[in-house]
């Protein structure tokens, strides 16, 4: 009887949406195990990708109700921490008078500045951040394609608000300190190679000027610009667009089998290494701790699904524990 308002627009809208994909048995299903302990409690265990491409929402509605039955929901930070959140926004830049001119090469350091000119950010800005804060940002935007939202955390966010919404306890394995640490102890020299690789997965090697290709190879190496280190980034690149199939169809084996976890682990790369072997033993003792609660419990742990996987992760960590971790079947 009178024209509707954006919001009603938007939830007759989406309704919608859900409903059809409800009917169709349709929606992302994730990458997703059910641990019990035989007592009473279960612990969902859901590993995200940190990113959103290749159109991931919605989610079927398995999953969607998993985590709306769910008593609690864990990531990896509690993204409702302002305290945290202002803690690793501290960290990311420099507090002792120094800036990313003292850290880096001239030459690097001239590339950041044109990168972050291009990107409508002013010298003194830029100048203020460490490298692996730039180096990070830089790979995420590297990323981004029409598919895709603006923040990596992106399934993690959105079920941090479903959850939140529906007035679901909210719990983290982790703390900003702490994953700020893992980046602001690597050595000056990773760092440094960490933000030159950022730069190159941003920029066209066929575009870039001279003095670009020189400061970059001066860090990375003559291999990184050559055509093979090109198809090896673009090669990654696509694996991404893979994981997330996989992640949508909840092809768990295709994923353990197409993610290099164990060679990640053995490898000589400072930080990957240390992302795996320095948090899956704590995010095993979370869940566990979850498990042995007193009373009969359900919950959901979300943390990245490299983290489920392997002989070392989520899963077969908690089946070492005794307790039973199985894939949950499809709908």
Not at 23 to 35: D, E, F
Not at 208 to 229: I, N, R, W, Y
Request: proline share 2%.
């Amino acid at each position: 009887e009178e024209p509707c308002t954006l919001l009603e627009a938007a939830a007759m809208a989406d309704s919608l949406i859900l409903n059809l994909y409800d009917q169709q048995n349709a929606g992302s299903l994730g990458l997703l195990w059910k641990a019990d302990n035989g007592a009473g409690n279960t612990l969902y265990l859901l590993g995200s990708i940190h990113t959103d491409v290749n159109n991931t929402y919605p989610f079927h509605k398995q999953l969607r109700d998993i985590i709306l039955n769910a008593e609690q929901v864990s990531f990896e930070l509690d993204f409702n921490d302002q305290a945290g959140l202002a803690e690793f926004a501290a960290m990311q830049v420099y507090s002792d008078g120094t800036t990313l001119a003292d850290h880096i090469s001239p030459e690097l350091y001239q590339v950041v500045v044109n990168t972050a000119s291009m990107l409508r950010m002013d010298e003194a800005t830029v100048s203020q951040y460490k490298a692996w804060a730039l180096a990070s940002s830089f790979q995420s935007l590297s990323m981004l394609d029409d598919t895709s939202g603006s923040n990596a955390m992106a399934i993690d966010l959105y079920v941090n608000s479903k959850a939140a919404n529906a007035g679901i306890d909210i719990g983290a394995v982790e703390t900003y300190a702490f994953q700020g640490g893992l980046f602001d102890t690597l050595s000056p020299e990773y760092q440094e190679a960490y933000l030159a690789g950022g730069l190159l997965m941003l920029l066209d090697v066929n575009t870039m000027d001279e003095s670009t290709k020189s400061a970059l190879t001066a860090v990375l190496g003559e291999e990184a610009l050559t055509q093979d280190g090109q198809d090896a980034m673009e090669e990654r690149i696509e694996q991404i667009s893979l994981w997330m199939d996989q992640w949508k169809t909840r092809d768990v084996e295709g994923f353990a089998k197409s993610y290099p976890k164990d060679e990640i682990i053995n490898g000589a790369d400072e930080l990957e290494s240390k992302l795996f072997t320095d948090r899956d033993p704590g995010m095993i003792a979370y869940a566990e701790n979850y498990l042995e609660q007193g009373g009969s419990h359900t919950g959901l742990l979300v943390v990245g699904a490299g983290h489920m996987i392997g002989s070392g992760g989520i899963v077969q960590g908690l089946r070492d524990l005794g307790y039973t971790v199985e894939v949950v079947p499809k709908p």
